[in-house]
C-alpha cells in the first residue's frame, strides 16, 4: 500500500504525506515528528531553528532577483487527533498509520488518517524542497500540539517570524479560501464524592455498550447533526434510573475534547426482576436512536450485557443531579452567521464524561466567532453545572480571527484561482479553531489566508482525502507564491 500512495501526484507531497503517516504524533508527543522536520531542513541546507515553545521554523531565500519581494509564512501544525475504532487494535504511541488508497480517497484501516494535518505538513515541504519553484523570500512554521491546546501557536513569541503574509494551510475544503475562525473555550467540570458501598440484595449489575456513531470534527461536522455517545447515554439513563431502579456506578465517553463523542460505556445495578425489562428498554432505545438519527447514523448500535456486580456505586444525590445536569447540557450547534450564510457560529460539543476514583470529570469545548456569545454560552453551561453542585474551570481560552474581506493578498489568491480552475473561490469562515486568530494577536500586521485540499470527517476513523484536490492545492500554492513574487 505504502507504494501506491507515494506514486501519487504530485509525488513529493505524498511522499512527504506517507513519510508522516509513519511517524506516530498524537498531541503531547511531539519529539520524533518535531526532529524529522528539523533534519528535514537542515537536510537542505536551509537556516533551521526550533523555538522555546518547540516549533519549528525553516527558511529558504528568494529566487534570485526576488530578494526584495514580501516574505511568505507557510504554516500548518505537526499533531494529529488519535480515534481509532474499538474493534482495531491500534497503538498511536507506537504504531504508523496504515493508510491506503480507496478509488479517489485516501483512507486509513480504522483510525484517523492525519491529513489534518499532515497534508499541511507534506504541501509545505515539498515547496521548500522544490528546487524550480519562482519565489520570494519564504518562512515555514510547523507548530506542534494544535489538536489540544495550541500549545505551539500560544508559545510563539513576536519578532521571531519575518513573514508579511501567513498561508495557513490547515483547512480542508480545496475551492474555499478562509479568511476568519472560530474562537473557544474548554470547560472542566467535576463533581466530588464518597462511593457508596451499599448495593440492595438482589441486585445484578449490567453494561451498557453505545457504538457505532460516527464522531467527528468538533468544528467542521457540528453541523451535520451527528450524535453525541454521551447525550445518547445519559437520555436512556435518565429514564433507567427513574423508572426501573437502576443505579450509576460508573461511566466513560467520548475522549477528544475536540471530536464529537462517538462511544460511551456505562455499569448500572438494577433490580434482578426489571432485568427483562431492561433488555426491551434497551432495544427499544437502539430502534428510536436509529430512527431519529436515519440519512446522519448508519450503525448505531446500544446492547446491554450481565456483568460482576461492581463493589461500589456513585451515592444517589449525587448521581441524579450528574444525569440531570448532563441531559440539561447544551450540545451542537447553538447559534448561525448572518453575514455568512450555512456557517455556524456558536456551538458545544460536550465531549469527555468520566468517572473515576470518588471523582465525576466532565469536558466540554465551546466554540464561537464571537466572543460575547462565546462567553454567554460558558457562562449558560457553568449554570446547569454549578446548580448540580460541580465545580467548574475554565482554561485555554482564544479569541476567534476576525474576517478581513479587503486582505491584499486575498485579492491576489482570489485572482489565481480564477486563472487556474476558471472558477470563482469561496470566501469563508470557519467554525475551528484555525492556529490564525492566536498567531495574529502576536502579528497583527500579517495577512492571513487559510487553505486547503479536501480532507472529510477529520478527528473521526472516518477521516479521507481525496487525491485530486491535493495537486489542485499543490498548483495553487505554486502560483500563488509565483505571482506574490511577479506583484509586491
Not at 469545548?365 to 462567553?375: A, P, T
Amino acid at each position: 500500500m505504502s507504494a501506491e500512495i507515494k506514486e501519487l501526484s504530485p509525488k513529493a507531497v505524498w511522499g512527504y504525506f506517507y513519510e508522516l503517516t509513519q511517524i506516530p504524533r498524537p498531541t503531547g508527543h511531539m519529539k520524533d515528528v518535531t526532529r524529522y522536520v528539523y533534519e528535514f531542513g537542515k537536510g537542505l541546507g536551509l537556516e533551521t531553528l526550533q523555538d522555546t515553545a518547540g516549533n519549528v521554523i525553516i527558511r529558504k531565500p528568494a529566487s534570485l532577483g526576488l530578494e526584495n519581494r514580501k516574505t511568505v509564512t507557510l504554516q500548518a501544525h505537526l499533531d494529529m487527533v488519535p480515534q481509532g475504532n474499538s474493534s482495531v487494535k491500534h497503538d498511536f504511541l507506537t504504531d504508523p498509520i496504515d493508510a491506503y488508497v480507496d478509488g479517489e480517497w485516501v483512507k486509513a484501516h480504522g483510525t484517523t488518517l492525519g491529513a489534518d494535518d499532515g497534508m499541511g505538513v507534506a504541501l509545505i515541504m515539498a515547496v521548500l524542497a522544490d528546487p524550480d519553484l519562482k519565489h520570494g523570500p519564504l518562512e515555514a512554521l510547523f507548530t506542534i500540539d494544535e489538536e489540544q491546546g495550541m500549545d505551539g501557536a500560544f508559545g510563539l513569541k513576536p519578532g521571531l517570524l519575518k513573514g508579511d503574509i501567513l498561508l495557513n494551510c490547515d483547512s480542508e475544503k480545496q475551492g474555499e479560501l478562509y479568511v476568519g475562525c472560530a474562537g473557544g473555550m474548554d470547560m472542566d467540570i467535576s463533581f466530588q464524592f464518597k462511593e457508596d458501598t451499599y448495593i440492595p440484595d438482589g441486585d445484578v449489575a449490567v453494561k451498557l455498550f453505545l457504538t457505532g456513531l460516527k464522531g467527528g470534527h468538533s468544528g467542521l461536522d457540528i453541523h451535520l447533526g451527528r450524535a453525541n455517545a454521551n447525550k445518547l447515554m445519559f437520555r436512556f439513563l435518565k429514564e433507567a434510573v427513574c423508572d426501573y431502579g437502576a443505579r450509576l456506578s460508573s461511566v466513560e465517553g467520548g475522549n477528544m475534547l475536540n471530536a464529537i463523542p462517538r462511544e460511551a460505556v456505562a455499569v448500572i445495578t438494577i433490580p434482578g426482576d426489571n432485568v427483562e425489562a431492561l433488555w426491551e428498554l434497551v432495544s427499544d432505545y437502539q430502534e428510536m436512536y436509529q430512527d431519529e438519527y436515519k440519512g446522519i447514523e448508519n450503525r448505531i448500535s446500544f446492547t446491554a450485557e450481565m456483568t460482576e456486580l461492581p463493589g461500589t456505586l456513585i451515592p444517589e444525590e449525587i448521581q441524579d443531579d450528574f444525569i440531570n445536569a448532563i441531559e440539561g447540557c447544551q450540545n451542537g450547534v447553538i447559534s448561525m452567521l448572518h453575514d455568512f450564510p450555512g456557517t455556524v457560529e456558536s456551538s458545544s460539543n460536550l465531549a469527555i464524561v468520566k468517572t473515576e476514583n470518588e471523582l465525576i470529570e466532565i469536558r466540554i469545548l465551546v466554540r464561537s466567532s464571537s466572543e460575547s456569545r462565546k462567553m454567554a454560552l460558558c457562562s449558560s453551561l457553568e449554570s446547569v453545572f454549578a446548580m448540580a453542585g460541580a465545580k467548574v474551570e475554565e482554561s485555554n481560552g482564544y479569541n476567534g480571527w476576525n474576517p478581513n474581506v479587503h486582505s491584499p493578498i486575498l485579492k491576489v489568491m482570489r485572482q489565481v484561482y480564477r486563472e487556474l480552475f476558471h472558477a470563482e473561490a469561496e470566501v469563508k469562515v470557519i467554525h475551528a479553531g484555525l492556529e490564525c486568530g492566536i498567531i495574529q494577536g502576536a502579528y497583527p500586521n500579517m495577512d492571513m489566508i487559510s487553505i486547503g485540499p479536501d480532507v472529510v470527517h477529520p478527528h473521526s476513523p472516518e477521516e479521507a482525502v481525496r487525491i485530486a484536490s491535493v495537486e489542485d492545492s499543490w498548483n495553487f500554492i505554486l502560483k500563488i507564491l509565483e505571482k506574490i513574487a511577479e506583484t509586491n
